[in-house]
């Protein structure tokens, strides 16, 4: 059971450059998200999405674009990247019901844009 | 909006002993849920504890528990016997109850460095 998987675990981008930060998560999970991690900041939440097909804003969501065509991928596109999105980026997921409902981590992917 | 506030921004212990790490948020549900995240310096966020609003009990894994003071809106991680592993970063984190799209939607405190001194 591999569980949320990222990747790549570090990436260093040209100001204006694209690309797209990767989440696969095996345990199919309805829920998944996106976090930036900053200095002082704790988590914040870019986008989220509540199944395939569906996805919504977060608290820090321009300059980021997701889509969820599977319930187990979840892709983060940087359209244009600029030095303030130097960060850690981590997805998580979650199942819908249970009991509290853990959400799950990935191990981050450090992104420096130069 | 919630808001989840971490007062300590770095905190120190010495091995075996206890600390307590503090957590107050702002929120007008009545159901949600709070977290203690442990993050070492691999980056990884690890689940040290939860807590139910609507449990009175608070809640105990090993040698961490909470106080959960709901009228004060406040959350406290105590450790005890602590030990060199311990040493990271801790986040406090809220997510609302169950229903519509809160699944997944944590807010997080600004974190509290733990220093574990041999």
């Known amino acids: 059971n591999a569980g949320v998987t990222q990747t790549p675990k570090f990436q260093v981008l040209k100001t204006g450059q694209s690309m797209t930060l990767q989440c696969a998560q095996d345990?199919?999970?309805?829920?998944m998200s996106w976090y930036r991690q900053d200095p002082g900041m704790g988590l914040r939440l870019i986008h989220y999405s509540v199944g395939a097909g569906i996805t919504d804003q977060g608290e820090v969501p321009n300059g980021y674009n997701v889509s969820r065509s599977t319930t187990e991928d979840f892709p983060l596109r940087l359209l244009s990247a600029a030095p303030s999105q130097t960060s850690v980026y981590f997805c998580?997921?979650?199942?819908?019901?249970?009991?509290?409902?853990?959400?799950?981590f990935g191990e981050g992917s450090w992104l420096t844009v130069v | 909006a919630q808001t989840v506030t971490q007062s300590q921004p770095e905190m120190s212990v010495q091995e075996a002993e206890t600390v307590t790490l503090s957590c107050t948020y702002d929120?007008?549900?009545?159901?949600?849920?709070l977290f203690w995240y442990k993050q070492p310096p691999s980056r990884q966020m690890i689940l040290v504890i939860r807590?139910?609003?609507?449990?009175?009990q608070n809640a105990t894994e090993n040698r961490f528990s909470v106080n959960f003071q709901k009228a004060a809106k406040s959350f406290s991680l105590k450790i005890s016997d602590s030990q060199l592993g311990d040493a990271a970063m801790y986040f406090c984190?809220?997510?609302?109850?169950?229903?519509?799209?809160?699944?997944?939607?944590?807010?997080f405190g600004q974190g509290t460095i733990l220093t574990v001194h041999p």
């Open positions: 807590q139910e609003a609507y449990k009175q």
């Open positions: 345990m199919n999970h309805e829920y």
């Open positions: 929120t007008s549900e009545s159901d949600y849920y």
């Open positions: 984190a809220y997510r609302r109850g169950a229903g519509g799209t809160s699944y997944g939607k944590l807010t």
């Open positions: 998580a997921s979650s199942y819908s019901q249970g009991s509290g409902n853990t959400i799950y």
